[in-house]
């Protein structure tokens, strides 16, 4: 795009706070962002082309609440990003992450985080240091299998849709906060789901439809007399963000 065009978005940002410029073929970061580090509160680079964040930039933005960077190219994150201590909101569907920078556990004030579409081959035990997360979506990577450390998650929301996870642990159970677990179209047996997930966790959703036993098979695990199967709305974002509708089979629990 043109200077001047970017330049009247940089104008259009430093008044509002919000910086947006989707579906513009951006290979890099602007930098022209730099004259705004103190000021910007969102920022939001989906839909182009971007293969990695300027370190010495991107961690200077004091006040940022919310970075998306859906559908871009991104391989690596830089550590700097986890200077962003006011950071709520941080969305990166459709990458090519593999892993999370060690730091990651520094952005306390983090909400919701979403890396669907990613190359995660397992899940980030940084996660477990940030104590207010509360919404995880992980759907649509590599992960095989749920550790011990799953435990350590402050989660409310869990979303391991459409992974490779054949094994979870009996820790899952011990989440003080975890309500909803989604589990759809993965390669779990019914012997490795655990039992403890309706019997002493405080899960009251899990949807595990896709997996690789029949859902009639769950009546006979003890704790199944809590369970009521229904129809849910279940509404999800395809690749262009755009949000798409369909009915999924879930498990409802009642205390």
Do not use: W
Not at 214 to 238: A, M, N, P, Q, T
């Amino acid at each position: 795009m043109g200077n001047s065009a970017l330049r009247a978005h940089v104008e259009t940002a430093q008044k509002t706070g919000v910086f947006q410029l989707k579906d513009r073929g951006l290979t890099e970061f602007p930098s022209e962002l730099q004259k705004l580090t103190s000021n910007l509160r969102t920022i939001d680079l989906s839909n182009n082309k971007i293969e990695s964040l300027p370190p010495m930039i991107i961690g200077k933005f004091t006040l940022l609440k919310s970075l998306s960077l859906n559908n871009n190219k991104l391989t690596v994150l830089p550590e700097e990003l986890c200077n962003l201590k006011k950071l709520e909101i941080l969305s990166l569907n459709n990458n090519h992450l593999r892993e999370l920078p060690s730091t990651f556990g520094q952005l306390a004030a983090l909400k919701t985080l979403s890396l669907s579409g990613n190359q995660l081959r397992a899940l980030p035990p940084q996660l477990c240091s940030l104590r207010h997360l509360d919404v995880v979506d992980l759907s649509k990577n590599q992960i095989r299998s749920i550790p011990d450390i799953v435990g350590e998650l402050q989660v409310i929301e869990l979303n391991l849709n459409q992974n490779q996870i054949s094994q979870i642990s009996v820790k899952i159970s011990c989440c003080p906060r975890l309500k909803v677990l989604r589990l759809e179209e993965n390669c779990l047996e019914l012997s490795m789901l655990p039992q403890s997930i309706l019997s002493d966790s405080q899960i009251c959703l899990l949807a595990v439809e896709g997996n690789l036993f029949e859902i009639k098979k769950l009546r006979e695990l003890d704790g199944y007399d809590k369970v009521r199967i229904r129809v849910l709305h279940h509404y999800s974002r395809d690749d262009n963000g755009e949000v798409t509708h369909r009915n999924v089979y879930s498990y409802r629990m009642y205390a």
